[in-house]
């Protein structure tokens, strides 16, 4: 939020300049920053000391619907990217830089809301449905926010795509902590980050010139605008709403696809069986004593696989 209206108040240097501060200070805070010893113990029992891709591959294909998760974020991310990509002069179309830059803060602050709101009603019995349902949602909203030339509607878009990406988030990360071992847990979530988030910058730097050399001249003087300017309208940010509005349809297929498909029900089995066994040890107690360091963290006793992590609270 900062960011965002520090660009509109002057600019990039504002920006870079808070930037500078803000890592600074946390270079200085991590430097006095401790983990238990018997911490590092727990999560480096059995693992090499070394890069192990194939082992993090191996653990992830051998869980029921993890492979199809990674995709399915790799592809939404794909398809998002070109969001991304247009989404600042789409508003520019329409704003000041210095109105977008004070809205996008605002916008920016929602997220926190949405944030809240995950904390308090967490994350459902099934975070698996709850990833494909916000996504359905978030590909319905990319597909009416830019009908017409709108600033209400853009800020209406992006609001709720503000409040519900927290919810889509969340709910990944709670299935990704139930049923990747816990000693795997930091190489699985760095590969699958790595695989999903390397999506979005393919789309921008596609998207970009597809729209600027074929669907804007396609909506200003080609066939879009003869045939379906009379309702939708004409002109360059109309060029760049149409491509919203083919990605939004897209998403909206890909999700659906998903949401009917056989990995979505192994994942969902998966995710329960593990809600399952940590239930039955919680019932059953510890089979040893709880490390004293784990406790301090917020780790229950009977879920000592689980990482500490305060989204879990109310998710299952």
């Known amino acids: ?30 430097r006095g920053v401790t983990l238990p010893e018997s911490l590092a113990h727990a999560a480096a029992a059995g693992e090499p000391q070394r890069v192990d891709l194939r082992g993090t591959v191996r653990v992830i294909r051998g869980i029921p619907g993890m492979v ?52 308090r009603t967490g994350t459902s019995s099934n975070p698996v449905r709850l990833i494909l349902l916000v996504n359905l949602a978030l590909w319905t909203v990319m597909l009416i926010f830019p009908i017409q030339d709108s600033v209400l509607l853009l800020i209406g878009g992006m609001a709720v795509f503000m409040v519900l990406m927290p919810f ?22 760095g590969f ?18 597809l729209t600027q050399f074929f669907f804007i001249p396609f ?14 309208g004409t002109g360059e940010a109309r060029g760049m709403a149409l491509v919203f509005v083919l990605l939004g ?10 949401l009917g498909s ?17 239930a039955t040890a919680g019932a059953a107690g510890p089979a040893t004593p709880v490390d004293p360091g784990l406790a301090e963290l917020g780790a229950l ?4 696989h689980d990482i500490p992590c305060p989204q879990r609270a109310g998710t299952v």
């Open 1 to 30: 939020m900062a960011s965002a209206l520090l660009v509109g108040w002057n600019g990039m240097l504002g920006v870079l300049i808070l930037a500078v501060i803000v890592l600074t200070v946390a270079v200085v805070h991590l």
């Open 68 to 119: 199809p998760l990674i995709v399915f974020s790799a592809l939404n991310n794909l398809l998002f990217g070109g969001l991304m990509a247009l989404m600042d002069p789409y508003a520019l179309s329409m704003m000041s830089v210095q109105a977008w830059g004070v809205i996008w803060g605002a916008l920016s602050a929602v997220m926190i809301i949405g944030g809240l709101l995950v904390a």
């Open 168 to 189: 889509a988030e969340a709910a990944e990360q709670t299935v990704l902590q139930k049923v990747v071992p816990y000693q795997r847990q930091g190489r699985v979530f």
């Open 192 to 209: 699958a980050q790595s695989v999903e988030q390397a999506a979005s910058p393919l789309t921008a730097f596609l998207v970009s010139p």
């Open 219 to 232: 909506m200003t003087a080609g066939p879009g605008a003869r045939s379906i300017g009379g309702w939708f």
């Open 249 to 258: 349809l897209l998403g909206l297929l890909f999700t659906g696809y998903a």
């Open 262 to 278: 056989r990995h979505y029900r192994r994942l969902s089995r998966s995710f329960r069986a593990g809600a399952d066994a940590a």
């Open 301 to 304: 006793p009977d879920r000592r």
